[in-house]
């Protein structure tokens, strides 16, 4: 019930595609969601987050999707750019249960020129 | 603002040797923590403090992992004896106390430490 599920593993995107990666949950008590990029050789940096009570929430030409009956949530990158190329975390975290974030097993995101 | 700095970035080690990771936060955070990422995963929260005091270590494996964090702000993560399975790269970031009220702080992290164990 602790999992965080994320697909795909890795996903080639030609320059100016959309990128989308996917993410489900089994626990109902999780109340925040954020998306973590990380590049080679660096930590984790946080991308954009999302609460359960928001369907959608929009960063620039990031996306997060939110479907809190399915407990599933997306991100998705418009116009995706070789900068992107990065591994891509969702997480969650419990409820009044300070900072502790449960991560997915990450996706890597290649943006071909 | 300088960001979390993390010491060794690399290090090797033989099965049952110790070894020990350095961390100083961002200044003026009071949260820490430390993370341990195995290769092809997300990162696992292995211990967290806040100054000096631990508010999570429940999956920290204490019969050879420890953590320290003496005057609020350095902290020390320690290995003794390593297994083959500690192979991995181990995260420290910190937060700070203040932000909106309950919004989940932003963690900062390290570039980490990659760590082999032979």
């Known amino acids: 019930q602790q999992q965080v599920k994320q697909s795909p593993q890795s996903l080639i995107v030609q320059k100016g595609g959309i990128s989308i990666i996917n993410c489900a949950y089994e626990n109902t008590a999780f109340d925040y969601f954020p998306w973590y990029q990380q590049f080679p050789g660096k930590g984790p940096a946080l991308l954009i987050a999302?609460?359960?009570?928001?369907s959608e929430k929009k960063e620039g030409r990031f996306t997060i999707s939110f479907n809190k009956s399915a407990k599933q949530f997306s991100l998705h990158i418009m116009d995706s750019q070789p900068g992107d190329s990065a591994t891509y975390f969702c997480?969650?975290?419990?409820?009044?249960?300070?900072?502790?974030?449960?991560f997915g097993p990450g996706t890597r995101l290649s943006v071909l020129p | 603002e300088a960001g979390v700095a993390q010491s060794p970035r690399y290090k090797i080690i033989e099965k049952r040797q110790s070894v020990a990771f350095w961390c100083n936060p961002i200044?003026?955070?009071?949260?820490l923590y430390w993370y341990q990422q195995i290769l092809g995963q997300g990162p696992k929260l292995l211990i967290q403090?806040?100054?000096?005091?631990?508010?999570?270590d429940s999956q920290l494996p204490k019969d050879r992992f420890s953590a320290e964090r003496l005057k609020g702000v350095d902290s020390t993560l320690k290995i003794q004896p390593a297994k083959l399975e500690d192979s991995a790269v181990y995260l420290c970031?910190?937060?700070?106390?203040?932000?909106?009220?309950?919004?989940?702080?932003?963690?900062?992290f390290g570039p980490g430490t990659r760590l082999l164990v032979l």
């Open positions: 403090f806040q100054n000096n005091g631990v508010v999570d």
């Open positions: 999302i609460r359960p009570d928001v």
């Open positions: 970031a910190s937060s700070s106390l203040k932000g909106l009220a309950g919004v989940p702080r932003t963690q900062y």
């Open positions: 200044s003026g955070h009071a949260t």
């Open positions: 997480a969650a975290k419990r409820a009044n249960y300070g900072q502790n974030f449960v």
